[in-house]
């Protein structure tokens, strides 16, 4: 389970970040009050533009991140005072961390597999069942330099699950895949939810939300601006698809922080 309570990241802009950014304020929200509920056996999708906030959130639950304000917990250990133990029952992918090119899929499995403190019969036992879905066999001992994108991204994925973790954090699981890589991937996720694990993606894919979230949290400029199942989200926002509901509740946003601008 993940909890995420009131959760805000504001980060410190140097000087050439805000030039870049076009702005004389030193310091950017990138996160602003966020609360959260995830459940074992659901896939939550954290849906957003660019820039939205969700890379920072899942950094945020992963310890990568401290939150500047709120608190954040996995299976009951707090992200900054419990750490350790909940990097121990989390599984995290993000298209920053990159496989080291000169290793090989089979090495890096063993590697990480024995980081997690497992021993070589369990190791070899998920590597024989990752490398067997995801067709990495073939491909096992060839450098990672050595693979194509798709290739690299499931041996990517089959790194970061190989100590069987009971939270999976993704981060644009399927960015970059083409369409049949792609939906190995998520039909490998349904998988994992099916089997009651934890799971939360950050996508901007409509579609791909659409279809392999239980439940979806569109985030705007670091605000959580709706929640709910698919039909809840369409029902609430009084459209047909989520890429209308996205765009509908992206433009009231702005909206309202316009008029919020005026009457300052």
């Given amino acids: 389970m993940i909890e995420i309570q009131h959760l805000t990241k504001v980060y410190k802009l140097n000087k050439k970040q805000m030039l870049e950014q076009k702005t004389k304020d030193n310091t950017k929200v990138a996160v602003r ?3 959260v509920s995830i459940q074992p056996g659901e896939i939550y999708g954290l849906l957003g533009p660019n820039g939205a906030g969700k890379t920072t959130t899942l950094r945020c639950i992963a310890t990568l991140l401290k939150p500047t304000e709120g608190e954040v917990s996995v299976g009951g250990c707090d992200t900054v005072h419990e750490s350790a133990g909940v990097r121990r029952q989390i599984g995290f992918l993000t298209n920053d961390i990159k496989l080291d090119p000169q290793f090989t899929p089979a090495y890096l ?3 990480f597999g024995q980081l997690h403190g497992m021993n070589d019969a369990d190791i070899e036992r998920r ?3 990752l490398f067997t879905y995801f067709g990495i066999h073939e491909f096992a001992d060839k450098k990672v330099d050595e693979l194509s994108t798709g290739m690299k991204q499931k041996a990517a994925i ?4 190989v100590h069987d973790p009971e939270v999976i ?4 699981p399927t960015s970059g895949l083409d369409i049949i890589t ?3 991937v998520t039909d490998y996720l349904k998988h994992l939810r099916d089997q009651g694990k934890c799971i939360v993606i950050s996508t901007h894919i409509m579609s791909e939300a659409e279809k ?5 949290g569109i985030i705007i400029d670091g605000s959580k601006v709706c929640e709910g199942t698919l039909p809840e989200i ?3 926002t009084g459209t047909d698809d989520l890429e209308d509901a996205f765009f509908r509740l992206y433009s009231e946003h702005h909206v309202e922080e316009m008029m919020g601008g005026v009457h300052a």
Wanted: glycine share 4%.
């Fill in 33 to 35: 009050d966020l609360s």
């Fill in 109 to 111: 499995i063993r590697f």
């Fill in 127 to 129: 590597k024989n069942d």
């Fill in 158 to 161: 089959a790194v970061s699950l």
């Fill in 169 to 172: 954090i993704f981060d644009e």
């Fill in 182 to 184: 792609a939906r190995g």
């Fill in 212 to 216: 392999l979230c239980d439940r979806i």
């Fill in 234 to 236: 369409l029902a609430s």
